[in-house]
């Protein structure tokens, strides 16, 4: 049996339709910016497999670390005993994240990442006898699949089973030039009207949402109501980490620093999962007690997998390093020029066009053909976006997502893209010619729509 035939008899995908669902390409090797099938067809990853590949697939770098952890420690406990790589992991991390941060937290994805924000969030309030119990979020938001995560995301077609046993949570439309008053407002009627524990946001770009974008400067000003308001403040980073948005961290945008940080996805490079939580001192001093009953439990089997760890630090070595930052600067500048080619002509090509507005800022902050209702053709770091002008409305599950996906595939790329939103979010080795070869892919699609 071939191995696609055995994966149809035996796996169950993530997020697939299965029913009648196409064999899966089978990938049989990864080199730098490509996946190889086992037809003796190469990807390019334009999508970093789901957002998760910083360096390439089997970075060299990487790799031998990896190995050579292997032969040292590959997993150990990590209640009662320690190990060099996951404490000297949450030092560098330190050393990168805002200066508020204090204490790293260890789990194994980005939904436990999250979970365990909302739980540290939820008992530092217990702890002191204090009942706060709901948590404010943003509209459309995405935060992991489990139950903490679904709660405070955005209700759709994904979670519709379990609405009912989703916990209750205020949310409120992300804040654009035009709905910022109103937006504030909200915020401040929830705040007046609930026993608020914390408020959790993807900043800057809601990934799953569909690369939504918006401006720091409104974002400060709602942490800062937050803060005013002694109400936790949750930056979930899973995606936009670790120079997605151009910056180590999208936080770094911010005046006002969220007093927790969730982390995953590159972490580990794209090696393997590991998921961090990181908190501000006060919430920390909550948990420090002589009443036991005020102790965090929560822990997983792998946590602080030292494996894991050893990837981890061997990818910060690798961003710290000045040529990843000038390839990060290069993927931003040429998203730049791409925005701005796509729209200069974007109405004729059948893509949503922001050129009606003339009100809007071209070129600021690092955004770029933004629009009033969260921008249409946008990029900001090394993310790119734009949707495609259907007729149907349902992002999800819009019939555009599979035709676009197989052009490329026939084109040697992968972009998979989030109903009819087109998105690059690259490993950051990508050459310039790998980009405006993905670029003129992209263009000649939407030639073939127009005609
Ligand atoms: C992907 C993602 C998650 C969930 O991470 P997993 O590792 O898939 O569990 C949470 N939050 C954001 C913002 C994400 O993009």
């Not at 590949?53 to 670390?65: Q, T």
């Not at 620093?257 to 393997?272: A, E, H, N, R």
């Not at 990181?278 to 007690?289: D, P, Q, V």
């Not at 710290?320 to 796509?342: D, G, P």
Request: aromatic share 12%; net charge positive; proline share 3%.
């Amino acid at each position: 049996m071939t191995i696609q035939k055995k994966d149809k008899k035996y796996v169950w995908h993530p997020f697939t339709h299965q029913l009648n669902a196409k064999y899966p390409i089978n990938i049989i090797k990864g080199k730098g910016v490509y996946l190889y099938d086992d037809k003796g067809n190469k990807y390019i990853d334009a999508i970093s497999s789901w957002w998760v590949n910083l360096h390439g697939h089997c970075n060299p770098y990487i790799s031998k670390k990896v190995s050579q952890q292997l032969s040292e420690l590959e997993h150990s406990i990590f209640s009662d005993f320690t190990h060099p790589w996951a404490v000297t992991l949450a030092e560098r991390l330190l050393g990168h994240l805002p200066k508020n941060q204090s204490k790293i937290f260890y789990s194994d994805n980005g939904s436990t990442a999250v979970e365990v924000a909302l739980k540290m969030s939820l008992q530092y309030w217990s702890n002191q006898d204090l009942s706060k119990t709901t948590f404010i979020a943003f509209e459309n938001g995405y935060h992991g699949d489990t139950f903490g995560g679904m709660s405070v995301g955005a209700r759709n077609v994904f979670n519709n089973a379990f609405e009912k046993l989703l916990f209750d949570v205020k949310h409120i439309p992300i804040p654009t030039k035009q709905n910022f008053v109103e937006v504030k407002n909200k915020l401040t009627e929830i705040i007046k009207t609930n026993k608020v524990a914390g408020f959790i946001f993807e900043p800057l770009v809601q990934g799953a949402a569909g690369m939504k974008m918006y401006e720091a400067k409104y974002l400060d000003e709602l942490i800062l109501i937050c803060n005013q308001n002694k109400i936790i403040t949750i930056a979930d980073e899973v995606m936009t980490g670790f120079g997605r948005t151009g910056k180590m961290f999208a936080c770094d945008n911010l005046k006002h620093k969220p007093d927790v940080i969730c982390l995953s996805k590159g972490l580990t490079g794209g090696y393997f999962p590991l998921g961090v939580t990181s908190c501000a001192e006060f919430i920390y001093n909550a948990f420090l007690s002589e009443d036991k009953t005020k102790t965090f439990f929560h822990g997983h089997s792998y946590t602080a997998n030292a494996t894991a760890c050893s990837a981890a630090l061997a990818s910060l070595d690798l961003l710290e390093k000045k040529e990843t930052k000038a390839q990060i600067k290069m993927i931003e500048k040429s998203h730049i020029a791409f925005v701005k080619k796509l729209c200069s002509h974007s109405e004729e090509r059948g893509i949503y066009s922001n050129r009606t507005d003339p009100s809007l800022p071209r070129r600021q902050a690092g955004f770029v053909g933004m629009t009033t209702d969260g921008a249409r053709v946008r990029s900001k770091g090394t993310i790119i976006a734009f949707e495609l002008n259907t007729k149907e409305h349902s992002h999800y599950l819009n019939n555009a997502a599979e035709t676009i996906t197989d052009f490329f595939l026939k084109k040697g790329i992968i972009l998979r893209p989030l109903g009819n939103i087109f998105y690059l979010i690259p490993p950051y080795i990508i050459t310039k010619k790998q980009l405006n070869f993905i670029y003129g892919a992209i263009e000649e699609f939407l030639e073939r729509v127009d005609s």
